[in-house]
Protein backbone atom coordinates (compact mmCIF):
# COMPACT_ATOMS: atom_id res chain seq x y z
CA UNK A 1 0.00 0.00 0.00
CA UNK A 2 0.96 3.43 -0.84
CA UNK A 3 2.30 5.29 2.58
CA UNK A 4 0.58 8.34 0.90
CA UNK A 5 -3.10 6.99 0.91
CA UNK A 6 -2.48 4.66 3.91
CA UNK A 7 -4.98 5.41 7.40
CA UNK A 8 -3.14 7.28 9.67
CA UNK A 9 -2.42 5.36 13.10
CA UNK A 10 -4.48 8.34 14.84
CA UNK A 11 -6.42 11.54 14.33
CA UNK A 12 -4.93 14.81 13.93
CA UNK A 13 -7.88 17.22 14.74
CA UNK A 14 -7.32 20.17 17.11
CA UNK A 15 -9.13 17.70 20.23
CA UNK A 16 -7.13 14.93 18.88
CA UNK A 17 -3.96 16.22 18.94
CA UNK A 18 -4.42 18.25 22.75
CA UNK A 19 -6.21 14.37 24.00
CA UNK A 20 -3.32 12.42 23.08
CA UNK A 21 0.13 14.88 24.26
CA UNK A 22 -1.89 15.15 27.71
CA UNK A 23 -2.21 12.10 28.41
CA UNK A 24 1.15 10.43 26.70
CA UNK A 25 0.87 6.22 26.71
CA UNK A 26 4.38 6.10 27.96
CA UNK A 27 6.12 2.93 26.83
CA UNK A 28 3.04 0.41 27.67
CA UNK A 29 3.79 -3.41 28.52
CA UNK A 30 5.01 -4.96 25.14
CA UNK A 31 8.65 -5.51 26.31
CA UNK A 32 7.28 -6.96 29.82
CA UNK A 33 4.47 -9.26 27.76
CA UNK A 34 7.06 -10.86 25.21
CA UNK A 35 10.06 -10.83 28.00
CA UNK A 36 7.65 -13.37 30.66
CA UNK A 37 6.39 -15.03 26.83
CA UNK A 38 10.01 -16.07 25.83
CA UNK A 39 11.24 -16.97 28.89
CA UNK A 40 8.37 -19.19 29.99
CA UNK A 41 8.38 -21.35 26.99
CA UNK A 42 12.37 -21.58 26.74
CA UNK A 43 12.76 -21.92 30.69
CA UNK A 44 9.71 -24.57 31.12
CA UNK A 45 10.52 -26.38 27.37
CA UNK A 46 14.33 -26.72 28.56
CA UNK A 47 13.35 -28.48 31.53
CA UNK A 48 10.74 -30.97 29.90
CA UNK A 49 13.53 -31.39 26.98
CA UNK A 50 16.51 -31.55 30.25
CA UNK A 51 14.69 -34.17 31.85
CA UNK A 52 12.93 -36.65 28.92
CA UNK A 53 16.50 -36.45 27.53
CA UNK A 54 17.59 -38.25 31.30
CA UNK A 55 14.89 -40.90 30.61
CA UNK A 56 12.66 -39.84 33.67
CA UNK A 57 9.14 -40.53 34.09
CA UNK A 58 6.02 -38.05 33.04
CA UNK A 59 5.33 -37.19 36.50
CA UNK A 60 9.03 -35.92 37.34
CA UNK A 61 8.20 -33.69 34.12
CA UNK A 62 5.62 -32.40 34.95
CA UNK A 63 6.30 -32.16 38.96
CA UNK A 64 9.38 -29.89 38.17
CA UNK A 65 8.02 -27.88 35.33
CA UNK A 66 4.82 -26.60 37.07
CA UNK A 67 7.31 -25.90 40.17
CA UNK A 68 9.41 -24.10 37.49
CA UNK A 69 6.42 -22.38 35.95
CA UNK A 70 5.69 -20.43 39.67
CA UNK A 71 8.64 -20.28 41.03
CA UNK A 72 10.41 -18.82 37.86
CA UNK A 73 7.26 -16.92 37.13
CA UNK A 74 6.85 -15.16 40.68
CA UNK A 75 10.48 -14.61 40.15
CA UNK A 76 10.74 -13.05 37.26
CA UNK A 77 7.76 -10.92 37.93
CA UNK A 78 9.31 -9.72 41.17
CA UNK A 79 12.66 -8.88 39.58
CA UNK A 80 10.71 -6.54 36.60
CA UNK A 81 8.80 -5.49 39.64
CA UNK A 82 12.28 -3.74 41.19
CA UNK A 83 13.45 -2.94 38.16
CA UNK A 84 10.84 -0.95 36.74
CA UNK A 85 10.40 0.77 40.41
CA UNK A 86 13.79 1.37 40.42
CA UNK A 87 13.65 3.06 37.22
CA UNK A 88 10.13 5.19 38.31
CA UNK A 89 12.33 5.82 41.25
CA UNK A 90 15.31 7.42 39.44
CA UNK A 91 13.10 9.41 37.72
CA UNK A 92 11.46 10.88 40.78
CA UNK A 93 14.73 11.14 42.15
CA UNK A 94 16.00 13.36 39.18
CA UNK A 95 12.87 15.37 39.17
CA UNK A 96 14.26 16.79 42.38
CA UNK A 97 17.34 17.62 41.29
CA UNK A 98 15.99 19.71 38.50
CA UNK A 99 13.65 21.25 41.10
CA UNK A 100 16.10 22.36 43.15
CA UNK A 101 18.49 23.45 40.52
CA UNK A 102 15.72 25.52 39.00
CA UNK A 103 15.51 27.18 42.30
CA UNK A 104 19.07 27.32 42.93
CA UNK A 105 21.18 28.14 39.57
CA UNK A 106 18.31 29.32 37.65
CA UNK A 107 20.48 31.51 35.16
CA UNK A 108 22.64 27.67 34.68
CA UNK A 109 19.12 26.06 33.96
CA UNK A 110 17.98 28.76 32.01
CA UNK A 111 20.97 28.21 29.84
CA UNK A 112 20.74 24.38 29.18
CA UNK A 113 16.96 25.21 28.29
CA UNK A 114 18.12 26.88 25.72
CA UNK A 115 20.98 24.81 24.30
CA UNK A 116 18.27 21.68 24.10
CA UNK A 117 16.01 24.43 22.45
CA UNK A 118 18.99 25.07 20.00
CA UNK A 119 19.82 21.90 18.92
CA UNK A 120 16.07 21.43 17.99
CA UNK A 121 16.52 23.57 15.55
CA UNK A 122 15.41 26.69 17.36
CA UNK A 123 17.19 30.71 16.75
CA UNK A 124 17.09 33.98 16.72
CA UNK A 125 14.07 35.68 18.84
CA UNK A 126 12.45 32.53 18.38
CA UNK A 127 14.87 30.70 20.59
CA UNK A 128 14.97 33.20 23.43
CA UNK A 129 11.34 33.84 23.50
CA UNK A 130 10.94 30.07 24.26
CA UNK A 131 13.63 29.31 26.18
CA UNK A 132 12.28 32.22 28.48
CA UNK A 133 8.68 30.46 28.15
CA UNK A 134 9.74 27.25 29.30
CA UNK A 135 12.17 28.44 32.02
CA UNK A 136 8.78 30.53 33.54
CA UNK A 137 7.07 27.62 33.69
CA UNK A 138 9.19 25.05 36.20
CA UNK A 139 6.27 21.91 35.68
CA UNK A 140 7.33 21.94 31.66
CA UNK A 141 11.32 23.14 32.44
CA UNK A 142 11.53 19.80 34.45
CA UNK A 143 9.77 17.99 31.65
CA UNK A 144 12.21 19.17 29.27
CA UNK A 145 15.15 18.27 31.16
CA UNK A 146 14.22 15.12 31.99
CA UNK A 147 13.47 13.90 28.13
CA UNK A 148 16.58 15.93 26.82
CA UNK A 149 19.18 15.91 29.61
CA UNK A 150 18.85 12.54 30.78
CA UNK A 151 17.07 10.64 27.88
CA UNK A 152 14.37 9.61 30.43
CA UNK A 153 10.19 9.22 29.61
CA UNK A 154 8.59 12.04 31.52
CA UNK A 155 5.32 9.14 31.73
CA UNK A 156 6.46 7.35 35.11
CA UNK A 157 6.61 3.38 34.50
CA UNK A 158 4.02 1.36 36.74
CA UNK A 159 5.75 -1.33 38.59
CA UNK A 160 2.73 -3.85 39.36
CA UNK A 161 1.17 -3.43 36.32
CA UNK A 162 4.69 -4.65 34.44
CA UNK A 163 4.98 -7.56 36.89
CA UNK A 164 1.79 -9.17 36.26
CA UNK A 165 2.17 -8.46 32.89
CA UNK A 166 5.24 -10.72 32.87
CA UNK A 167 3.53 -13.55 34.97
CA UNK A 168 0.41 -13.51 32.86
CA UNK A 169 2.43 -13.84 30.45
CA UNK A 170 5.32 -16.43 31.31
CA UNK A 171 2.54 -18.52 33.09
CA UNK A 172 0.56 -18.79 29.74
CA UNK A 173 3.67 -20.03 27.50
CA UNK A 174 5.04 -21.53 30.31
CA UNK A 175 2.29 -24.23 30.41
CA UNK A 176 2.55 -25.48 26.42
CA UNK A 177 5.18 -27.66 27.09
CA UNK A 178 3.68 -29.29 30.00
CA UNK A 179 0.06 -29.88 28.39
CA UNK A 180 0.69 -33.23 26.69
CA UNK A 181 2.58 -34.50 29.51
CA UNK A 182 -0.27 -33.55 31.95
CA UNK A 183 -2.89 -34.90 29.54
CA UNK A 184 -1.27 -38.19 29.25
CA UNK A 185 -1.14 -37.98 25.70
CA UNK A 186 1.11 -40.47 23.47
CA UNK A 187 4.16 -39.41 22.54
CA UNK A 188 3.61 -36.40 24.74
CA UNK A 189 7.68 -34.83 24.21
CA UNK A 190 7.07 -35.08 20.37
CA UNK A 191 4.08 -32.75 20.87
CA UNK A 192 5.28 -30.73 23.26
CA UNK A 193 8.10 -29.62 21.12
CA UNK A 194 6.29 -29.32 17.89
CA UNK A 195 3.43 -26.89 20.54
CA UNK A 196 6.35 -25.48 21.77
CA UNK A 197 7.74 -24.39 18.42
CA UNK A 198 4.72 -22.73 17.22
CA UNK A 199 4.34 -20.52 20.68
CA UNK A 200 7.99 -19.71 19.92
CA UNK A 201 6.95 -19.05 16.38
CA UNK A 202 3.91 -17.24 17.27
CA UNK A 203 5.56 -14.60 19.81
CA UNK A 204 8.12 -13.99 16.96
CA UNK A 205 4.99 -13.20 14.38
CA UNK A 206 3.33 -11.20 16.71
CA UNK A 207 6.20 -9.25 18.07
CA UNK A 208 6.48 -7.81 14.23
CA UNK A 209 3.61 -5.81 14.78
CA UNK A 210 5.69 -3.78 16.79
CA UNK A 211 9.26 -4.19 14.68
CA UNK A 212 10.26 -3.59 11.65
CA UNK A 213 11.42 -7.14 10.36
CA UNK A 214 8.63 -9.25 8.38
CA UNK A 215 6.52 -11.47 10.51
CA UNK A 216 8.08 -14.59 9.18
CA UNK A 217 11.54 -13.58 9.78
CA UNK A 218 10.79 -12.20 13.47
CA UNK A 219 9.04 -15.45 13.89
CA UNK A 220 11.49 -17.65 12.91
CA UNK A 221 14.34 -15.77 15.04
CA UNK A 222 12.44 -16.42 18.09
CA UNK A 223 12.13 -20.14 17.10
CA UNK A 224 15.51 -20.09 16.27
CA UNK A 225 16.71 -18.80 19.99
CA UNK A 226 14.08 -21.13 21.87
CA UNK A 227 15.14 -23.68 19.71
CA UNK A 228 19.07 -23.45 20.46
CA UNK A 229 18.01 -23.44 24.64
CA UNK A 230 15.98 -26.38 24.34
CA UNK A 231 18.44 -28.40 22.35
CA UNK A 232 21.09 -27.89 24.63
CA UNK A 233 19.03 -28.85 27.62
CA UNK A 234 17.85 -31.85 26.08
CA UNK A 235 21.45 -32.64 24.95
CA UNK A 236 22.74 -32.47 28.50
CA UNK A 237 19.98 -34.28 29.78
CA UNK A 238 21.06 -37.49 27.75
CA UNK A 239 24.42 -37.38 29.67
CA UNK A 240 22.69 -38.34 32.41
CA UNK A 241 20.33 -40.64 31.03
CA UNK A 242 20.51 -44.04 32.73
Known amino acids: ???????????????????RIAAPTGRGHLRDVIYGAIDGAVTTFAIVAGVAGAGLSPFVIVALGIA?????????????????????????????????HLEDSPDGERREIREILRRKGLSGDVLEGATDQIASDRD????????????????EPNPMRSAIATFVAFLAAGFVPLLPFILGMPNAFTIAAAMTGVVFFGIGA????????????????????????ASVAYFVGTLFAA
Not at 74 to 97: Q, W
Not at 209 to 229: C, D, F, Q
Open 68 to 100: NVLADGFSMAAGNYSGTKAERDDVRRLERVERR
Open 140 to 155: AAVRLMLTDEYGLSPV
Open 1 to 19: MDSRTAKPEHGHSQSEVEA
Open 206 to 229: AKSIWALSPWWRSGAETLAIGGTA
